[in-house]
Structures are given as C-alpha cells and as structure tokens.
C-alpha cells in the first residue's frame, strides 16, 4: 500500500500563507487522484481540495476556494496544498489521502490511505 507523510504545517498569522506537502512511498503517487481534509477539535474530518490523478482536474470546498491551491508532481510523488489568507477558521490538523473509491472524492468513504496529519494554526 501506498505510505503518506505530510509536512510543512506550522503557526502563522492570520492573512498569511503557507505550503503543506504529502510524499508519497511504496506505491507510485500517479495512480491515485489525491485530497486534503482537515480536522478541527470536536469537528469531523472535512474535505478541503481534490486533484486527478494526472493533476488535470481539482476542485474545492467552497470554503477554501480563491484562497487554496491543490497542486501534485508525479515525478517527485509529492502533492501539494498552497494556503493563501489564512484564517482563524483554517486551524486544524490536515491530512492527505490517496482516493480508492470512484464517485467518493468529497467524503471521507473515497479513501483508505492516510498520512499522519500536520497540524496548522492560524493566529488572530
């Protein structure tokens, strides 16, 4: 199976930016479309971006969209999410997943390959 390791969280102001990463081991990245959820204390894991497995295709949450960017490097087995105007209300654990059931993509039930989660705080 497939491994999955995120990174790049961290503490950041409000209306900053920040760049999260998901490598990926064991199994070739391209042969997943790919997502990030996120977890907020005392909420359920939401969906926030998805993109094709070719990195043709992605759409958004609309709670993220014009501020975050779903990106992949199949080369590099690495998939991307760009965060622009963060804000209070992003501060959660992210996780990356790697998409296992068609017509699934925005729920939680599209995917049995999870990183361990990096955690982003967004300040006042």
């Known amino acids: 199976q497939v491994q999955l390791v995120e990174s790049g969280g961290g503490l950041v102001q409000a209306g900053d930016s920040l760049s999260l990463s998901c490598a990926a081991s064991?199994?070739?990245?391209?042969?997943?479309?790919m997502a990030w959820f996120r977890q907020a204390p005392g909420k359920e894991r939401e969906f926030v971006a998805r993109i094709s497995r070719s990195g043709s295709s992605t759409y958004g949450a609309d709670s993220v969209k014009g501020r975050f960017t779903i990106s992949r490097d199949n080369a590099k087995n690495t998939v991307y999410l760009q965060m622009n105007s963060l804000k209070p209300e992003d501060t959660a654990v992210y996780y990356c997943?790697?998409?296992?059931?068609?017509?699934?993509?925005?729920?939680?039930?599209?995917?049995?390959?999870w990183g361990q989660g990096t955690q982003v705080t967004v300040s006042s």
């Open positions: 064991g199994r070739p990245l391209s042969n997943y479309a």
């Open positions: 997943a790697a998409e296992t059931r068609y017509g699934l993509g925005r729920t939680v039930q599209g995917y049995d390959h």
